[in-house]
């Protein structure tokens, strides 16, 4: 995974409207990125809507926020929809940029190997540059500790 101070991957990817977003398009602010496992999944769904939840929060504190997870568009768009998701959801469905992010891991489950995104959140400055990094960053916890960060980095 990335560290705190490398100059964020560059990367461009279709959103759940199947427009392409470039990395440098949305670096005019903070841009807070999350890396989810799977749409309609519980967990992220949790944190998904915790982010529309909290939109104002994030506008407040300077922040652009998109998510991005392994799907096709289609299913981004479906979970975008379902949840009424008012941000930008990008589809990763060839995992590249996960990779370059260090996000695209072996995990296990019930003694199965498989490969598949690790939950993790990236707070990039408007330089391009990671200012803070979340591994493993829990669903229900993750909007306070993002905020938190936002505003330290805003006062130092």
Same mark, same amino acid.
């Given at each position: 995974?990335? +560290?705190?101070? #490398?100059? /964020? &991957? +560059? =990367?461009?990817?279709p959103d759940q409207n199947g427009n392409l977003i470039k990395l440098s398009d949305v670096l005019d602010r903070a841009l807070v990125l999350f890396f989810y496992p799977r749409a309609n999944t519980s967990?992220?769904?949790?944190? /998904?809507?915790?982010?529309?939840?909290?939109?104002? +929060?994030?506008?407040?504190?300077?922040?652009?926020?998109?998510?991005?997870s392994p799907d096709e568009v289609k299913d981004i768009d479906k979970f975008a929809g #379902?949840? +009424?998701?008012? =941000?930008?959801l990008l589809a990763d469905a060839d995992h590249a940029v996960a990779e370059k992010y260090g996000t695209w891991v072996?995990?296990?489950?019930?003694?199965?190997?498989?490969?598949?995104?690790?939950?993790?959140t990236f707070i990039i400055d408007p330089?391009?540059?990671? /200012? #803070?990094? =979340? &591994? #493993?960053?829990?669903?229900?916890k993750h909007d306070d500790l993002v905020l938190k960060a936002l505003g330290e980095l805003a006062a130092a």
């Open positions: 995974m990335l +560290d705190p101070g #490398k100059k /964020a &991957p +560059d =990367f461009e990817l967990g992220c769904t949790t944190q /998904a809507c915790g982010v529309r939840d909290r939109k104002a +929060d994030y506008a407040a504190a300077g922040a652009t926020v998109i998510g991005i #379902k949840h +009424d998701l008012d =941000f930008t072996e995990k296990s489950m019930y003694g199965r190997k498989y490969m598949g995104v690790a939950r993790a330089k391009g540059k990671i /200012a #803070k990094v =979340f &591994p #493993k960053v829990q669903p229900k």
